[in-house]
């Protein structure tokens, strides 16, 4: 199998925009209208927090929780106050200039637009305050008396007693460093739970609420990991959690009621940040109640320093029962893993834009004027190297083919209809976590609506989003057999985002290279062989509206050292970054 590394690149300092529109005057025309709204007031069941964006502003949107309250959901209440984020009203430039450039781009524009008007089942975080949470109970080998609740200053000390050092994940090496972790940890066989009635009741609770903050469908349950102490000055740098057993999605951290001022956990993802407790909550408070933090695993999270007291907190994996059971039935499964909202609108318009894509790629076929947008400003290199160890095998697979652009060629004036888009996921997956089924929060909102899309272009009903319920979908119950082929074809694959600067001193030579993974995950029911042909992909094949700090950012992620998790993972469970590549029907079959 050949090698598909490939580059998109240009001298000097990397601008979709500027690439774009070589050789003339055209601005960025790709920037579609921000969908946003007000969030609903945060639900009374259980506290919920917002998040408290730090330095950062809201995003522009947030899903609305539509689906019911969970069966079963303990009856303690807590007021937070209503989530009010502020709209983006940012608007598409509607110049006119403006419009006219925009027709070229008329598929990765109206495919970003129908995108944006998606609404994510949940968000990357939650949490909140756990009013009524009864004691557990707790023991802990070594200390001759239960852990108080709430936990007062005087007794965390014995605690810390009986307790290791915490350590971390650093490639597939588990280390020490206080620099980087300086927490004790008591492990799950090293505790006990006297009241296990009560408590697992109101565990469950929740975990629901969890389930539901982060969108997830499907049963959950949560493991517990670890009991974390936290003293003056203790603290946990940023990094991610690793996936430790199958069906791992995240993390639930209750803080226990101990009073201590600082040790806020800080949930980051995508340039936001959500701070549990906010900012204002502390001192007494901390004593008085739990509190509970869900979120997705591969989300950069820290505990930053405690400056005083003590914070005591449990940790849970969050793991999705049906991960297996999604997997093996390969049917219409990205739904089932989150609480589907009102798709239908952005359904549709996906729907009309795979179709239109299809007829405007065969008349430009036709025409004769469908060079890669790349081959009309590039050329092209092979570079014979093969890196040799295991990581850059499952990517280069033997070689590398980089994308220079050439300043002397410019673009013509031909129309724009790539023969293919690439949407990167919003969230990094794991090789063991990457299925149809496992896709978190606005990935999967996006998959879902794509996986409906083809049915629904294809005439079948796959448009169910809006009338069917999240156990009908989570039933994968609503999706007909289309009846005739789809008007694209859809793979999910791992991309390794490269930074290459070549000439770093003047800038005058850097470059984004693609690395695509060996294996492309076909969509559920296609047929393996309806990979691209074509592996060629330039800007215009990146159908995002920044394109250039996605790049960046992604390009910017490292990924070998930087720490994880609570131990070294093993290769197949390191987060890497996912892209979508859809491809219109008379190229797919090409
Ligand atoms: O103490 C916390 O809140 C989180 C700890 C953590 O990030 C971890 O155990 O991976
Ligand atoms: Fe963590």
Redesign the pocket.
């Known amino acids: 199998m050949h090698a598909f590394v490939l580059a998109v690149g240009r001298p000097g300092a990397l601008s979709a925009a500027a690439t774009r529109s070589a050789g003339t005057s055209r601005p960025c025309t790709r920037r579609p209208p921000s969908v946003g709204w007000r969030a609903a007031p945060a639900r009374s069941l259980l506290g919920r927090w917002g998040g408290a964006p730090l330095g950062v502003p809201p995003p522009t949107r947030q899903p609305p929780h539509t689906s019911p309250a969970p069966a079963g959901a303990t009856p303690w209440t807590a007021t937070a106050s209503p989530v009010t984020e502020e709209v983006d009203r940012d608007e598409y430039d509607t110049d006119d200039d403006d419009a006219e450039e925009a027709e070229p781009y008329v598929v990765p524009v109206e495919f970003v637009r129908a995108v944006q008007a998606l609404l994510p089942a949940g968000r990357y975080a939650a949490g909140g305050l756990a009013v009524g949470l009864p004691n557990p109970v707790i023991r802990l080998r070594g200390m001759d008396h239960i852990l108080p609740w709430p936990c007062p200053p005087a007794s965390a000390p014995a605690a810390m007693a009986v307790a290791a050092r915490a350590p971390f994940g650093r490639g597939t090496e588990t280390v020490l460093d206080p620099a980087v972790r300086s927490?004790w940890r008591v492990g799950p066989a090293d505790l006990s739970f006297g009241n296990t009635v009560t408590w697992e009741a109101a565990l469950a609770g929740v975990v629901a609420e969890a389930r539901q903050g982060l969108g997830v469908a499907g049963p959950i349950r949560a493991e517990l990991?670890?009991l974390?102490l936290?003293g003056t000055g203790d603290h946990?740098a940023a990094?991610r959690?690793t996936e430790k057993v199958e069906g791992q999605f995240g993390?639930l951290?209750l803080?226990l009621p101990a009073v201590h001022e600082g040790g806020s956990?800080v949930v980051h993802h995508d340039g936001q940040s959500m701070a549990f407790p906010p900012k204002d909550v502390g001192g007494d408070a901390t004593l008085a109640h739990a509190t509970w933090?869900a979120y997705y695993g591969d989300c950069k999270?820290e505990?930053q320093p405690v400056t005083s007291g003590h914070r005591v907190?449990l940790?849970y994996n969050l793991v999705r029962e049906e991960a297996d059971a999604e997997d093996q039935e390969g049917g219409e499964v990205g739904r089932a893993s989150w609480v589907a909202p009102d798709q239908a609108p952005a359904i549709a318009a996906l729907s009309a834009l795979a179709t239109r894509w299809s007829s405007l790629r065969a008349a430009a076929v036709a025409a004769g004027s469908v060079d890669p947008p790349c081959s009309l400003q590039s050329k092209w290199h092979w570079r014979d190297s093969c890196p040799d160890d295991d990581w850059n095998n499952r990517y280069d697979d033997g070689g590398m083919l980089r994308c220079m652009w050439e300043e002397d060629v410019e673009l013509s004036g031909r129309a724009v209809v790539p023969d293919k888009l690439v949407r990167f996921l919003d969230h990094q997956y794991s090789v063991d976590g990457l299925g149809w089924g496992s896709f978190k929060g606005r990935d999967a909102a996006l998959v879902d609506a794509l996986l409906r899309a083809r049915v629904l272009a294809a005439g079948g009903g796959g448009g169910g989003g809006a009338s069917s319920s999240a156990q009908e979908d989570a039933a994968g119950a609503s999706a007909a057999a289309p009846a005739t082929a789809p008007a694209f074809t859809l793979h999910a694959v791992p991309v390794r985002v490269e930074r290459l600067d070549l000439d770093p001193e003047h800038d005058t030579e850097s470059y984004i290279d693609l690395h695509f993974a060996a294996d492309w995950l076909p969509a559920p029911g296609q047929a393996a062989a309806a990979r691209p042909a074509d592996r060629h992909f330039g800007w215009d094949h990146v159908a995002h509206d920044d394109e250039e700090r996605l790049l960046e950012d992604r390009a910017a992620d490292g990924r070998d050292f930087e720490p994880h998790?609570?131990e070294g993972a093993r290769l197949t469970r390191w987060y890497q970054t996912v892209a979508l590549v859809i491809q219109p029907a008379p190229t797919a079959a090409a």
């Open positions: 927490s990991h670890n974390l936290y946990f990094h959690d993390t951290v803080t956990l933090a999270h505990v907190a940790v998790g609570n």
